[in-house]
């Protein structure tokens, strides 16, 4: 509502918190994307996106003929699908998928913790800004201080 102004329903305002939370699953993609057209297997990738692509205009169609804007958000969630390229990715680098959760497992818990914050308190839109650069900041820092050690010793920095 900050940026809509006047122009936006109270209404909905549920409804675009969860099609963020899709559209940041459907962005953990982007890496295995790269990855696997880095490593030459732009087939899978598009064979992964089309599915997911195709699934997303079907749950689209079909649930908001159903339940109007709420399905069509719901819809979107389809493209989770497109994470698959990410598994893969991260199989490739990884003995067990156990391994990777590991490394991932703190970060995501900061994410979620610090998402349902910012989610369910009302508060404005800079103490909204504030606990997201202290989200991003953890984040970074402990992305710097994991993952350093694992890019020098494949010499991807």
């Not at 918190?17 to 297997?41: A, R």
Request: charged content about 10%.
């Amino acid at each position: 509502s900050f940026f809509l102004g006047s122009n936006f329903q109270k209404s909905f305002q549920a409804y675009f918190y969860i099609l963020s939370i899709i559209y940041g699953f459907y962005t953990l993609s982007v890496t295995g994307y790269y990855i696997l057209l880095g490593e030459g297997k732009s087939k899978k990738v598009m064979n992964v996106t089309l599915v997911s692509s195709i699934g997303v205009l079907v749950s689209i169609y079909l649930l908001s003929k159903e339940l109007g804007l709420l399905g069509a958000v719901l819809g979107n969630a389809f493209f989770i699908l497109i994470n698959k390229l990410l598994l893969d990715a991260m199989a490739g680098y990884y003995k067990s998928i156990i391994d990777w959760a590991r490394l991932l497992f703190a970060p995501t818990c900061i994410l979620i913790a610090l998402l349902l914050i910012n989610l369910t308190s009302d508060i404005n839109i800079y103490q909204k800004a504030a606990i997201f650069s202290i989200m991003m900041l953890i984040l970074v820092l402990n992305f710097f201080k994991k993952y350093r050690s694992f890019a020098i010793d494949r010499a991807i920095v």
